[in-house]
C-alpha cells in the first residue's frame, strides 16, 4: 500500500531546523590601524566597557577579551594591539603577539572608518592578513555615520579590490556605526555561522575574561592618559598592587581597597601626572573610580601614587615587571 505524503509545514520546518541548529562558538578579533574605531565596535557588541578606547596609537596592550553571549552563538572578543612598524622592544613585542592572535582566532574583522581614504596602514595590514589562509576576514567599514552614501559606496568599493588584487575575496563587507548602534546586531550575525560548532566556552553571565586587576589598571591608565596624551602618550604603565575588602564591613557596606602604582619613564614627568597641588592625580582617581565601580559593582577606596621606572619601554626586565 503507498505511503501517504503529508504536506510539509513550511513554518514547523524552519522552527525545528532552528532547534537543532547545532550551538556555534569561537573567537573573532578586529584589526585596523588605530583611530579604527576597533574597542568601540568591541563595546557596542558586548553591551559594556571592556576595552580600552582612546584616540591614540598602542592603547590597548593587553589582549583583553569581550564576550557576546547569544542563543545560538558565543562569540569571544580578543582585542589585539595594532600592528605597526616596531621602533622598540615593546613594539617588537606587540607585533608577535598580533600575529600569534591572528593565527589562533576563528574569524578575523578589519576595521576601516568610512571618513578615511584607505591608506598605507590599512594596505600594510591587509597585506598581512592575506598570507593568513584559511581564516575567514570580515571587512568592517566603521564609523558610517560620519559620511554621505555615495563615499560610503566608494569605501566598500576600495576594500573590496584592495582584497582582490591581494588575492583573496572578504567573507563579508559591512559598514557599521558602532556610536549609532546600527547594524552591529547584524555583524554579529554575520560573525556567528564562520565560527565554529561548540557548546559555550564561557559562563553566561562573563563579560570579559581578562583578571579583574588588569581590567581595573587598564581603566586607571585610560583615565591618566585624558589630558596628557599629548605629553606622554606611552610612557604610562599601571600595576594593581593589592585588591582587598576592607575588613569589619557590614555584609550591605561591603568597600574595596585598591592600591595601584602608575609607572613613568622619567622624574620629569611626575609633576605632569600629579598635577599643581596633587590637581591631576585626584581627577584620574575620581574619574576611574566611577568605572571600576561599575565594572566590579561595588563601592572602591582607590589609592594610587605615581613611582618611576626609568625607560622601562626598553627594558626588558621592567618590561616584564609591569606585565608585558
Request: charged residues 25%.
Amino acid at each position: 500500500m503507498g505511503a501517504m505524503s503529508a504536506r510539509p509545514n513550511p513554518e514547523a520546518a524552519a522552527q525545528q531546523a532552528e532547534n537543532t541548529a547545532p550551538h556555534r562558538a569561537g573567537f573573532a578579533c578586529f584589526v585596523g590601524r588605530p583611530n579604527a574605531g576597533k574597542s568601540t565596535l568591541t563595546n557596542a557588541l558586548v553591551g559594556q566597557k571592556v576595552a580600552i578606547t582612546s584616540n591614540r596609537p598602542q592603547t590597548t596592550r593587553h589582549t583583553v577579551r569581550g564576550i557576546v553571549h547569544r542563543p545560538d552563538a558565543q562569540l569571544i572578543l580578543v582585542d589585539t594591539p595594532g600592528l605597526h612598524k616596531p621602533r622598540t622592544l615593546l613594539g617588537e613585542r606587540l607585533n608577535d603577539v598580533v600575529r600569534t592572535t591572528w593565527a589562533e582566532v576563528d574569524v578575523i574583522g578589519f576595521c576601516l572608518p568610512a571618513d578615511q581614504k584607505l591608506g598605507p596602514g590599512d594596505k600594510y595590514i591587509v597585506k598581512e592578513l592575506a598570507g593568513i589562509k584559511k581564516t575567514p576576514k570580515i571587512a568592517i567599514i566603521t564609523k558610517s555615520d560620519l559620511v554621505e552614501s555615495k563615499q560610503l559606496a566608494e569605501q566598500l568599493l576600495a576594500v573590496s579590490r584592495l582584497g582582490e588584487e591581494l588575492g583573496f575575496e572578504w567573507a563579508e563587507i559591512i559598514p557599521v556605526s558602532a556610536v549609532k548602534d546600527d547594524q552591529v546586531g547584524l555583524l554579529a550575525d554575520l560573525i556567528a555561522p564562520l565560527l565554529p560548532e561548540s557548546p559555550p566556552l564561557y559562563p553566561e553571565g562573563d563579560l570579559t575574561d581578562e583578571p579583574e586587576m588588569v581590567m581595573v589598571a587598564e581603566l586607571i591608565r585610560e583615565a591618566a592618559l585624558e589630558g596628557v596624551r599629548d605629553e606622554l602618550p606611552h610612557s604610562i604603565a599601571v600595576v594593581v598592587e593589592e585588591m582587598l575588602p576592607r575588613e569589619d564591613r557590614p555584609a550591605d557596606k561591603p568597600l574595596l581597597d585598591i592600591h595601584a602604582n602608575v609607572y613613568i619613564e622619567r622624574p620629569s614627568q611626575k609633576g605632569i601626572i600629579i598635577g599643581p597641588k596633587g590637581k591631576r592625580l585626584k581627577e584620574v582617581g575620581t574619574k576611574s573610580r566611577k568605572h571600576i565601580e561599575a565594572l566590579l559593582g561595588t563601592p572602591v577606596f582607590l589609592d594610587l601614587h605615581v613611582k618611576v621606572a626609568k625607560d622601562w619601554q626598553r627594558d626588558p626586565k621592567q618590561l616584564r615587571k609591569l606585565g608585558f
